[in-house]
């Protein structure tokens, strides 16, 4: 067994790896390609980004493809499905970090914290700021998945009324209520906070339209932390030029690194979040802890692992 890691694992976790699996040889390659070694790799360990149809090509072997990410979009899904090669993820392991940034930028507009920090800067002493509590507020989470969870778990220790929104309508841990996407419009105007963690789908592409964001309350924050297709910059843009909300938060764009002409960066009560919310010194020790145990399922033969990914619906 060949397990080739194209991304950075710090000596200190590359070792322990290494060790629990004395059978299995390990290329370590975060920089270049390593050709010959990926030729004969049976397992790729990858963030997702680099795995191109010209990259599998100069991997014959490949059975198993671990993404060390929860978004799967960017892989050529035709090749890997013609190739049966499995794909997992480490879906479950953002919750933590993205919950506390999540969190963080919640509090921070609630209780104006950008604005002491800006009045810091300018040296004034001012108290002529609003400032609002977060308990009593509802939120409305697009996606109540493992994320969105554990961010309505937080939300609940605030009091905090957490409704939650998925395809289905089932319920789900730690919200309040769950409804469907066909039921979102009736609920926007409820809403303080709406809070996507979508995938990327065609169900979920454009879902947010302008008409949405007319149902919202002046004072409401809209924040983006699943994928940005669910809605247009355009339609964002227009949202906050005519009052229909007060803050966007976003940690996801159609194009990144965000163009500098893009009026984002302009415009008052935006929050530009460069795609870092998951990010945590514990990440990749978190993905060895997934994987771990899938490739010693794997070695047996399982080929049912943990967070395995459906390309046809993409995730």
Known sequence: MHVYASFFIRPDLREPLVSAFPNVQFTFAPHDVNEEALAKADVLLTYGEDVTEELLKKAPNIQWIFVASAGVEKL??????????????VKGIHKKPMAESIIGHILALKRAIPWMYEQKKKGEWSQD??????????????????????????????????????RSGERAKYMDETITFAQL??????????????????ETDRLFSYDYFVCMKETAIFMNFGRSNIVEESVLVGALK?????????????????????????????????????????????????FKPSLRRFMQGYRNLENIVDLERGY
């Open 185 to 202: 419009k009736d609920y926007l105007p409820k809403a303080d906070i709406v809070l996507s963690l979508l995938p990327k789908t065609p």
């Open 129 to 166: 700021v609003r400032q609002d509590e977060l308990n009593g507020s509802t939120a409305l989470i697009l996606g109540p998945g493992a994320i969105g969870g554990e961010i309505g778990r937080l939300l609940q220790k605030f009091d905090v009324t957490t409704i939650g929104c998925n």
């Open 76 to 89: 050529p899904a035709r090749t890997i499905l013609a190739r049966d090669i499995v794909v997992s993820n």
């Open 242 to 290: 005519e009052g229909q909300i007060a803050h966007v938060v976003l940690d996801v764009f159609d194009e990144e690194p965000l163009p500098k002409t893009s009026e984002l960066w302009q415009l008052d009560g935006v929050v530009i979040s460069p795609h870092i919310s998951s990010r945590s010194s514990l990440y990749v020790e978190r993905s060895l802890a997934i």
